[in-house]
């Protein structure tokens, strides 16, 4: 991925609250999870070094200016004495593990685990990973992706928790430049791609993997979109913020999906002129508008023809959405004595005539054939039913441009 601006970069770090008996978790600007909208400030002429002097009564009133942070000087993907308690405990992931030896694990292997709460007591600069180390790190935790060893959940699961463990490293050393949004998207890029996978794996069911993983995504964006609006110049975005922020949308379309964010509404107003005229915002702007008319036809057209890969990938339930919709208002809307033909259908929904078939089987419809043995929806039956969480992935015809 290109990490090019194209407005201007972001600052290289930023002041919060102080240090000293703070908790982290792996949000950039205000150590929860959730992502807060307050802005921060530059702090590139900050003398970074910890302050564990000084009680938290003593720091109130204190100019934010004059407020430290950790600096990590860990030089290996898992600090010493973590690894070495783990091994200790026999607490190795299995990708940690040399020649398979639970108990025994290197520094080429072993990477640091997510910690759920951390204190300023609890941290010490030989733990943490500064940001070179934990740019290398990404790379090898990614890389374990292509791994067909071993099944996707057990994959996921790993990278899963020693991502959360690089975004708390970050939060630690309030990390903002160019450099941490590339690692930020990645690991979007990540949870996104594994929405989809996930779904596959579990065949017909969605698994609390799935529903941790969306958790996660919607946490690393909020974490994203804060450093995106760090010392942004007017009218400027970064190469890659535009798609990005297009992911809000679609992670949002269904305001029953129990994604957290605030209403789309608002979302919108807080976005500079640039991103709302770029090609992406445009597009998602447009599904949302086709989607709240039930447009089933011209949203899945639209979705096949101008989709990234990143945007179909969250855009999938929605799609399975929208094509159980358009089965529900042939067999409401059509006439008893006039069947529907599945090959039309076919056409309008983007799938295969026998994955139409399928799909109306689901949605609990009966299929037959018409005197010419075309097969056909006959319309006007009680039995229908929407899917929920059990389900079918069936592929969007056109989308092939864009698939990996």
């Not at 609990?364 to 039956?381: H, R």
């Amino acid at each position: 991925m290109n990490r090019r601006n194209r407005g201007s970069s972001s600052s290289s770090s930023r002041g919060s609250n102080t240090y000293e008996n703070r908790q982290f978790s792996d949000n950039p600007r205000t150590g929860s999870g959730g992502g807060a909208s307050d802005s921060f400030r530059r702090r590139s002429d900050v003398p970074v070094k910890r302050n564990n002097d000084k009680d938290e009564s003593e720091n109130k009133g204190e100019d934010p200016a004059d407020v430290s942070f950790i600096v990590g000087t860990c030089s290996s993907m898992c600090p010493e004495r973590e690894r070495v308690t783990r091994e200790r405990l026999r607490d190795l992931g299995v990708f940690e593990r040399l020649y398979g030896n639970p108990s025994k694990s290197s520094t080429d292997l072993a990477v640091k685990k997510f910690c759920r709460t951390l204190s300023a007591a609890d941290v010490q600069a030989s733990d943490v990973r500064p940001l070179p180390v934990l740019e290398e790190t990404l790379k090898y935790l990614l890389s374990l992706l292509d791994s067909g060893e071993h099944p996707f959940e057990m994959v996921h699961d790993f990278i899963f928790d020693r991502t959360r463990s690089i975004r708390q490293d970050l939060s630690i050393q309030n990390l903002a430049n160019e450099r941490v949004i590339y690692l930020y998207e990645e690991m979007v890029k990540f949870h996104v791609i594994s929405h989809k996978r996930l779904q596959s794996c579990s065949g017909t069911s969605i698994s609390p993997m799935h529903h941790l993983n969306m958790e996660q995504l919607t946490k690393t964006l909020a974490s994203l979109y804060n450093i995106y609006d760090a010392d942004r110049k007017p009218n400027s975005i970064y190469e890659n913020e535009a798609e990005f922020r297009s992911l809000y949308v679609l992670l949002h379309l269904n305001p029953s999906s129990g994604v957290m964010g605030e209403p789309l509404s608002l979302w919108f107003r807080k976005l500079t002129s640039a991103l709302v005229k770029s090609k992406e915002i445009c597009f998602v702007r447009n599904i949302l508008r086709l989607y709240r008319m039930g447009n089933y036809k011209n949203f899945l057209s639209a979705t096949a023809s101008e989709a990234t890969y990143l945007q179909y990938c969250i855009s999938e339930p929605h799609i399975r959405e929208m094509r159980s919709f358009a089965v529900q208002c042939i067999n409401n809307v059509c006439y008893k004595l006039q069947p529907y033909p599945l090959l039309r259908l076919s056409q309008n929904l983007l799938m295969k005539e026998l994955e139409v078939e399928s799909l109306c089987h689901e949605c609990g419809l009966e299929t037959c054939n018409d005197s010419d043995g075309f097969s056909v929806l006959p319309a006007k039956q009680s039995t229908f039913c929407s899917p929920k969480d059990k389900f079918k992935i069936y592929d969007l015809i056109g989308i092939e441009r864009i698939k990996s």
